[in-house]
């Protein structure tokens, strides 16, 4: 095969399909019928839909791998975004095995899986004053009415006035609970009720910086005042539940939507693997994500710990880089768009949605 000659500046200019290089193709939507076929589109052009396209294919490859354990990590105000759903699809379709997220995310999703609802915000009703004095908390563009959290705390001061004392709690135990409560009391659907049904543990590591921590709280104030045991909450009963779950695992997944304490949490599981290992306590194995799918806005120029990049992550062993087989793939989006397209794509491929 004839070399490129050098032109007269000295450039050689190559052939890009003796280099193999993937060419990129105009989106046609006349051609897209279905989520997938939308998506896969998305691939073939540039930008945050070539992310979207990419995400898509690395969620796929986690779900199609038996070996693979799938955690998702969530932050963010997503269930008052009405992304709960999606998750709940995630769950029943099996791709998601444990899940990480924040505490607020939890009780808004509470709120919709009791039949309770979140409103529109409209700016030339109320001010933010007036919705205070009204009992309407804001969430960006939408509302979550401050009764919806009293039966929150009904629903949750109910568990735990049941609770045994001599058994402690933690975070994954009492989101089981709830499960199992709205299993028995509601007919729709939430996160927390298919999390139960297909025994997905849910973890949220900062409890006490969310509705249900103040829940937690209030109930302990009750039980002083009326000289009861109290309960005692520890959270290093989920770290260590999450640890020995992952440590069981042959290769692992996460899908993290947003960032914060969810995401870092999660990933801090191969540090602690390695430092076991390398301080003495046990023997174990390099315990590094194989795959990783992320969806989050925030840049890496903020300085912020979730616009840290997976590649970033790689240098904590957090992460099995590309050379050795790793697959990561970043959707700088916001996830009410993004999650959509790539999950349900995702959810059509598998076959959990039946394309007529």
């Given at each position: 095969?004839?070399?490129?000659?050098?032109?007269?500046?000295?450039?050689?200019?190559?052939?890009?399909?003796?280099?193999?290089?993937?060419?990129?193709?105009?989106?046609?939507?006349?051609?897209?019928?279905?989520?997938?076929?939308?998506?896969?589109?998305?691939?073939?052009?540039?930008?945050?839909?070539?992310?979207?396209?990419?995400?898509?294919?690395?969620?796929?490859?986690?779900?199609?791998?038996?070996?693979?354990?799938?955690?998702?990590?969530?932050?963010?105000?997503?269930?008052?975004?009405?992304?709960?759903?999606?998750?709940?699809?995630?769950?029943?379709?099996?791709?998601?095995?444990?899940?990480?997220?924040?505490?607020?995310?939890?009780?808004?999703?509470?709120?919709?899986?009791?039949?309770?609802?979140?409103f529109r915000y409209d700016p030339s009703k109320m001010n933010d004053a007036e919705l205070f004095?009204?009992?309407?908390?804001?969430?960006?563009?939408?509302?979550?009415?401050e009764t919806n959290l009293d039966h929150v705390e009904e629903v949750v001061d109910g568990i735990?006035?049941?609770?045994?004392?001599?058994?402690?709690?933690?975070?994954?135990?009492?989101?089981?609970?709830?499960?199992?409560?709205?299993?028995?009391?509601?007919?729709?659907?939430?996160?927390?009720?298919?999390?139960?049904?297909?025994?997905?543990?849910?973890?949220?590591?900062?409890?006490?910086?969310?509705?249900?921590?103040?829940?937690?709280?209030?109930?302990?104030?009750?039980?002083?005042?009326?000289?009861?045991?109290?309960?005692?909450?520890?959270?290093?009963?989920?770290?260590?539940?999450?640890?020995?779950?992952?440590?069981?695992?042959?290769?692992?997944?996460?899908?993290?939507?947003?960032?914060?304490?969810?995401?870092?949490?999660?990933?801090?599981?191969?540090?602690?693997?390695?430092?076991?290992?390398?301080?003495?306590?046990?023997?174990?194995?390099?315990?590094?994500?194989?795959?990783?799918?992320?969806?989050?806005?925030?840049?890496?120029?903020?300085?912020?710990?979730?616009?840290?990049?997976?590649?970033?992550?790689?240098?904590?062993?957090?992460?099995?880089?590309?050379?050795?087989?790793?697959?990561?793939?970043?959707?700088?989006?916001?996830?009410?768009?993004?999650?959509?397209?790539?999950?349900?794509?995702?959810?059509?491929?598998?076959?959990?949605?039946?394309?007529?």
């Amino acid at each position: 095969m004839a070399k490129p000659k050098k032109t007269v500046t000295g450039r050689v200019l190559h052939d890009p399909v003796k280099d193999k290089l993937r060419p990129i193709f105009p989106l046609d939507l006349s051609k897209c019928r279905t989520i997938d076929e939308l998506v896969r589109a998305m691939g073939d052009t540039a930008y945050t839909g070539r992310q979207v396209g990419d995400a898509a294919d690395v969620l796929e490859a986690m779900a199609r791998d038996k070996d693979c354990f799938v955690v998702m990590t969530l932050a963010g105000a997503l269930t008052v975004g009405k992304m709960g759903l999606i998750f709940c699809d995630l769950i029943e379709s099996g791709i998601v095995k444990a899940i990480v997220s924040t505490g607020a995310l939890m009780a808004h999703g509470l709120v919709e899986a009791t039949g309770l609802s979140h409103f529109r915000y409209d700016p030339s009703k109320m001010n933010d004053a007036e919705l205070f004095e009204a009992g309407y908390n804001r969430v960006y563009d939408s509302l979550e009415p401050e009764t919806n959290l009293d039966h929150v705390e009904e629903v949750v001061d109910g568990i735990l006035e049941t609770w045994d004392a001599e058994e402690v709690v933690c975070s994954w135990k009492l989101h089981r609970k709830i499960g199992e409560y709205l299993k028995k009391n509601t007919g729709g659907r939430g996160i927390l009720k298919s999390a139960y049904e297909h025994n997905v543990p849910v973890f949220v590591p900062a409890f006490s910086d969310s509705e249900l921590g103040i829940d937690f709280a209030l109930h302990k104030i009750a039980r002083l005042r009326d000289k009861r045991p109290l309960l005692r909450f520890d959270p290093f009963e989920d770290f260590e539940r999450f640890a020995d779950t992952m440590m069981a695992t042959k290769r692992m997944g996460i899908f993290t939507i947003g960032g914060g304490v969810p995401r870092n949490w999660s990933q801090q599981f191969g540090v602690y693997a390695e430092l076991m290992a390398r301080r003495g306590y046990k023997q174990v194995p390099l315990k590094r994500y194989n795959y990783g799918v992320r969806i989050c806005p925030e840049p890496v120029h903020w300085g912020g710990l979730s616009g840290s990049t997976y590649t970033e992550a790689v240098s904590w062993g957090k992460f099995v880089p590309a050379a050795e087989g790793g697959r990561l793939a970043e959707v700088f989006d916001d996830a009410t768009v993004a999650l959509p397209l790539v999950a349900g794509a995702v959810l059509q491929r598998i076959g959990y949605f039946k394309v007529k």
